[in-house]
């Protein structure tokens, strides 16, 4: 009787691991939204005219590419990634409670149409009444190595 019960347990708690084992990694999979729409719909407010044409200071050097990703990925509370997602397609973990939705960086349609100085303003001053901060804290150089990261997202590269 005693040994039966024992065997029982065991059964139980592998049929328990078992559907675990199917639940886990099925709600990892769903953990983010889905990628934002390409082209998306853009109603982001202009920057100064001086600064909305200014280019990138920055050569697309290694170490400002490094320097760039970092800044996306890790070094910053929230990071860019957490809202556009690590690979810029705008479904980053927090992405979903957001409207409008994080720009999407990995649309290349979308982003090629703005200027480097525009994506520059945003990231200093954020857009008001949407989620985007500001991150008026940063140094220009870093700002700038951030806008080489975008750049580097929408081409894939
Ligand atoms: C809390 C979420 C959140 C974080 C963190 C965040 N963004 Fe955004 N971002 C948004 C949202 C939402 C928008 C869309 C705003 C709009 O439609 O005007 C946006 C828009 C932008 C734009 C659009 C500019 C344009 O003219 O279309 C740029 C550039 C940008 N973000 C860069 C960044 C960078 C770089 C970081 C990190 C330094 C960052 N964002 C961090 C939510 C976020």
Redesign the pocket.
């Known amino acids: 009787m005693k040994q039966r019960a024992y065997i029982v347990g065991i059964r139980s708690g592998l049929a328990l691991l078992l559907a675990l084992l199917v639940v886990l990694p099925g709600q990892t999979a769903h953990r983010n939204p889905p990628a934002a729409e390409c082209p998306q719909p ?5 920057a100064p005219e001086a600064v909305y044409n200014q280019v990138n200071p920055l050569k697309a050097s290694r170490s400002n590419r490094r320097a760039g990703r970092e ?2 990925e890790e070094a ?1 509370q ?3 990634a ?3 997602g690590d690979s810029g397609e705008g479904n ?1 973990p ?2 979903s409670q ?1 409207e ?4 999407n ?1 990995a649309c290349a349609e ?1 982003v090629n149409g ?1 200027p480097d100085g ?2 520059y ?3 200093r001053n954020g ?1 008001p ?5 500001p ?1 008026d804290f ?1 140094e220009d150089e870093e ?1 700038w190595q ?2 080489l ?2 750049r580097a997202l929408a081409n894939h590269d």
């Open positions: 853009r109603f982001t407010g202009r800044l996306y910053l929230p990071a860019c957490d809202c556009h980053g927090l992405a957001f409008p939705q994080p720009r960086f979308t703005i525009q994506l303003w945003i990231v857009s009444g949407t989620a985007m901060p991150f940063l700002i951030l806008v990261h975008l």
